[in-house]
C-alpha cells in the first residue's frame, strides 16, 4: 500500500510510523485511521517486527480527530458507519506499540496515545481532551482510557474544562511512563522498542495480553489469567533459552519460539 497520511519505516525489528498531515497538525481522518490500520496490521503479521513506534512531529503528535471531516455529520451517518470504531481494531494490535509524542496530543490525538501500550513524552508534549469546547465529547476511548490512567478526578477536569496537560503533570498523573527531553526523544523511543524487540516476542505478546486483562476482569480473574498464561510459557523454546542463559551467565539469543 502506498501511504500518503503516514511513513512507515522498518528499523531493525522496530516498525516506525510517523503521522505525516503537517498541515493539518497530523489530524486523524478517515484516510489516516485506514493508513494506520494497514501498517500496523502489517506489522503485527510481520514475524520480523517486536515491537511498533508510533510519533508524530515536533509540533503535534496530532491535534485530534479532524474536525473538517466530521463537522456535517448527521447521527445517521455517525451511526451508519459506526463513526470511530475502526480505532478499536488498531487499538486490538497485538505486538507492543510505543507512542513517542512531543508537542499537541489532543482530543483523538491523545486518544491514540492511550492506546499504544506506553507514552513516552517529550519535555514539549501537550495533552487534552478539548472536545467540549467543540460541543461534544471524547469519542475515541478518552472518557474511558484517560480515567483508568490518571483517576476521576483529573479526567473530569480534563474532559470538563478541555484544559491542557503538560509533560510533568502527565507523568505525575501516570498518563506517560517517561517524560525525556524533546531533542532525546525519538532516540529514547526506538531504544525502548528495540529492548523489547530483542525479548522473546511470544512472551512480550502474552506480557501485553496479561497486563491488558487486568482492565477488563476482576483481580480474581486476572490473577488466574496470568498464572495460566505464565505456566504456558514453560512450553517455550525462548523460557529454556532465557533461563539457561541466566544459568550459564551469557546473553540469551531468543528463537521466538
Ligand atoms: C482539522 C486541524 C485540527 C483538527 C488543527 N487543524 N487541528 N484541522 N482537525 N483537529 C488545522 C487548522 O485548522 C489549521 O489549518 C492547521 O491545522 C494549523 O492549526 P492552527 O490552529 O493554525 O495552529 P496553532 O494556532 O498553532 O494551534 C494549534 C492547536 C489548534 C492549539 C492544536 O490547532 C487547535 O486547537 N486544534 C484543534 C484541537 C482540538 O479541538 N482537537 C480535538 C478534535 S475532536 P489551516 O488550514 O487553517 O492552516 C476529537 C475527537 C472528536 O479529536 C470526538 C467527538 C466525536
Not at 498541515?23 to 506489522?43: D, H, Y
Request: hydrophobic residues 45%; contains cysteine; neutral net charge.
Amino acid at each position: 500500500m502506498a501511504y500518503e497520511t503516514i511513513i512507515v519505516e522498518t528499523r531493525g525489528k522496530v516498525g516506525l510510523i510517523t503521522l505525516n498531515r503537517p498541515k493539518a497538525l497530523n489530524a486523524l481522518n478517515s484516510q489516516v485511521l485506514a493508513e494506520l490500520l494497514a501498517a500496523t496490521g502489517t506489522f503485527e503479521a510481520d514475524q520480523a517486527i517486536g515491537a511498533i513506534v508510533i510519533t508524530g512531529s515536533e509540533k503535534a503528535f496530532a491535534a485530534g480527530a479532524d474536525i473538517k471531516e466530521m463537522q456535517a455529520k448527521s447521527y445517521v451517518d455517525a451511526y451508519m458507519e459506526d463513526f470511530f470504531s475502526g480505532w478499536e481494531a488498531f487499538a486490538r494490535n497485538r505486538k507492543p506499540m510505543i507512542a513517542a509524542v512531543a508537542g499537541y496530543a489532543l482530543g483523538g490525538g491523545c486518544e491514540l496515545a492511550m492506546m499504544c501500550d506506553f507514552i513516552i513524552a517529550a519535555d514539549s508534549a501537550k495533552f487534552g481532551q478539548p472536545e467540549i469546547t467543540l460541543g461534544v465529547m471524547p469519542g475515541m476511548g478518552g472518557s474511558q482510557r484517560l480515567t483508568r490512567f490518571v483517576g476521576k478526578s483529573k479526567a473530569m477536569d480534563m474532559c470538563l474544562t478541555g484544559r491542557m496537560m503538560d509533560a510533568a503533570e502527565a507523568e505525575r498523573s501516570g498518563l506517560v511512563s517517561r517524560v525525556v527531553p524533546a531533542a532525546d526523544l525519538m532516540e529514547e523511543a526506538m531504544k525502548a522498542a528495540a529492548k523489547i524487540a530483542d525479548f522473546s516476542l511470544p512472551a512480550v505478546m502474552m506480557c501485553k495480553e496479561a497486563v491488558n486483562r487486568s482492565y477488563e476482569v476482576t483481580l480474581a480473574e486476572g490473577l488466574r489469567f496470568e498464572r495460566r498464561v505464565f505456566h504456558s510459557m514453560f512450553s517455550l523454546d525462548d523460557q529454556k533459552e532465557g533461563m539457561a542463559a541466566f544459568a550459564e551467565k551469557r546473553t540469551a539469543n531468543f528463537r521466538n519460539r
